[in-house]
């Protein structure tokens, strides 16, 4: 458990307020409003870039191809898993909403702008930087196929294909909505280029692609999302699709950091109640898993003041 042994008053007046619906849903739209302006003062220009996204550039509120590319990106035979379907980040609807789905990107930016002093809107770029220098790293040799797991509206992708411009990346999400976006980024940015990502709505422990098709698995910040069972799968799905030698690589928060050490536990118990999975995530052994998915023992490596990247190859 993250959370301190005892439940100090402020903990504990913070989970009776979420307790309340009516008064949880304040809290939210106060936490909601701050992030924004948060946000805003660090040059991401939140709501601009969410209304130019949800009308594609035109004049309309939202724009009514994205139903269109929702359509032709969902897999209807997808079941999702009963622990993907509550509420995350203060979206009611979860991953499983367009709301979500265009406020990931400005999200993100906002949420690691803090990571380094003075980062600001680069501190994203930064991180995922930090991430594919530990691969450069760790890995004996570029690979050649990839799949980005937990890929949402590819900023992962996107930044592992301009690291290794000739691999053949795959991004596998669980949300359609997340990847109809992935896939109009793709094409507005990299319209022509010879390797683009291509996109697959499917469960992360069950992507339907056929065994020993990769060369990389990679995770990026999809774990603390996962209860321990699903993270489990997800692990052994990574081996069965790995080439002999190929890589599982997972960037996520590292429960070891200071800064969650010494976090007020009421900002604790904020952060959870955005994130239902948090307690699992960091009460996991996470290397034990690995190694017992079929995997060497991991290396990791701490990559941000709180974040690490775990590294295994198959054994
Ligand atoms: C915090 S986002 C990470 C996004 C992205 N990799 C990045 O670095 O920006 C986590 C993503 O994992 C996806 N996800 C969660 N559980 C999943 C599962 N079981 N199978 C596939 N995707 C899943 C969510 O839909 C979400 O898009």
Redesign the pocket.
């Known amino acids: 458990m993250i959370a301190a042994t005892d439940t100090p008053m402020a903990s504990r007046l913070v989970n009776g307020v979420l307790s309340i619906k009516p008064l949880a849903n304040l809290a939210k739209h106060q936490a909601r409003s701050m992030m924004i302006k948060r946000a805003e003062s660090m040059g991401v220009y939140w709501r601009q870039e969410v209304a130019t996204l949800r009308s594609r550039g035109g004049d309309a509120a939202f724009s009514h191809e994205w139903e269109a590319d929702l359509e032709r990106i969902t897999n209807t035979e997808v079941i999702y898993?009963d622990?993907?379907r509550r509420s995350?980040h203060a979206y009611e609807q979860g991953?499983l909403s367009w709301d979500a789905a265009m406020e990931?990107e400005v999200a993100?930016h906002a949420v690691h702008a803090r990571l380094w002093p003075k980062a600001g809107r680069n501190g994203?770029a930064m991180l995922?930087q930090s991430y594919h220098t530990v691969l450069q790293q760790q890995l004996s040799r570029p690979p050649h196929t990839i799949l980005?797991?937990?890929?949402?509206?590819?900023?992962?992708?996107f930044?592992l294909q301009a690291m290794y411009p000739d691999a053949q990346i795959t991004g596998?999400?669980?949300?359609p909505y997340?990847l109809a976006i992935a896939q109009y980024r793709c094409q507005q940015f990299h319209p022509s280029s010879p390797h683009s990502p291509t996109w697959r709505h499917?469960?992360?422990?069950a992507t339907g692609l056929p065994d020993a098709c990769c060369d990389l698995v990679s995770?990026?910040?999809?774990f603390?999302?996962?209860p321990q069972v699903?993270a489990i799968?997800?692990l052994q799905e990574a081996r069965r699709l790995l080439r002999s030698g190929g890589y599982l690589a997972i960037?996520d928060m590292n429960p070891r950091s200071e800064v969650y050490a010494t976090m007020p536990p009421y900002i604790l118990t904020l952060l959870k109640s955005t994130e239902p999975y948090l307690d699992d995530y960091f009460a996991f052994d996470l290397e034990q898993a690995i190694y017992e998915a079929g995997f060497d023992r991991p290396t990791v490596t701490c990559n941000s003041p709180r974040h690490r990247t775990v590294v295994a190859r198959t054994r």
Do not use: K
């Open positions: 898993p622990y993907y995350f991953n990931v993100a994203d995922r980005d797991i937990g890929c949402s509206v590819g900023m992962s992708t930044a596998v999400d669980l949300s997340f499917a469960p992360a422990e995770a990026h910040l999809i603390h999302e996962l699903a799968g997800v960037m």
